[in-house]
């Protein structure tokens, strides 16, 4: 089973921030986080992790809780390009399998 | 980003056909790929790990014997789905990570889409 836990849909207006919450109460000290999203029809593609400290790239930026229980993916100026369903997975390290769990299919409303 | 291609991208097969799967890594050695299976609306359901010289690990429910996996080279593993039936139709995704490298991305071909009619 997935060890996250994520609201199944968001809406976000076009040109604004999207944050996607992510609770992963029971997460490992040697548990990462890791972000992918999958639009329709196509394969998931990484977007960030991040292990205690918040993360950025050119994509999002990841905040994680000081007590690593839950974390939000901020997609800065959402367009209609984010629509997909994002996914928040906990692994050890990249050779660990990924367990999907359902995710939150985001909304860009233009 | 690296990139990981499937082939072919869509199939259409009749019922009790096999049909195989290829997932590649184009500029990058992969010791371990995963395949995963994705029905309509649902999430993706990891399917095995398939490992470079050695017999692919499946998860609880998939059967080895329907669901042939081969990793014989760095780059190259597939999937072969014998007789294969219309509740086999469904997206088959591939994935791999880098063989020593650092990077803890693990990146996702674009997918096959199986129909068996």
């Known amino acids: 089973d997935a060890k996250t836990t994520q609201p199944p849909s968001m809406d976000c207006a076009e040109g604004r921030a999207a944050n996607l919450p992510c609770n992963h109460s029971t997460i490992s000290g040697n548990e990462y986080v890791y972000w992918y999203r999958q639009i329709h029809s196509q394969g998931p593609q990484y977007i960030i992790h991040g292990l205690k400290n918040n993360e950025t790239n050119e994509m999002a930026s990841l905040i994680i809780t000081e007590d690593r229980k839950s974390s939000t993916l901020i997609l800065p100026h959402a367009t209609l390009r984010d629509t997909a369903v994002y996914y928040c997975?906990?692994?050890?390290?990249?050779?660990?399998?990924?367990?999907f769990g359902k995710g939150t299919r985001l909304h860009i409303l233009p | 980003g690296a990139v990981v291609s499937q082939h072919p991208s869509r199939v259409i097969c009749k019922s009790g056909t096999s049909v195989k799967i290829e997932c590649r890594s184009l500029?990058?050695?992969?010791?371990?790929m995963f395949w995963y299976r994705q029905f309509p609306k649902q999430s993706l359901m990891l399917m095995a790990t398939?490992?470079?010289?050695?017999?692919?690990?499946?998860e609880q429910g998939v059967e080895k014997d329907k669901f042939l996996i081969n990793h014989a080279s760095l780059t190259l593993s597939t999937l072969t789905v014998t007789s294969a039936h219309p509740e086999d139709s469904s997206f088959y995704i591939c994935?791999?990570?880098?063989?020593?490298?650092?990077?803890?991305?693990?990146?996702f071909g674009p997918g096959t889409r199986l129909t068996v009619l």
């Open positions: 994935s791999a990570n880098i063989a020593g490298g650092r990077n803890n991305e693990q990146f």
């Open positions: 997975i906990v692994r050890v390290n990249r050779d660990d399998k990924i367990i």
């Open positions: 500029d990058f050695q992969a010791t371990t």
């Open positions: 398939s490992n470079e010289g050695s017999k692919a690990t499946y």
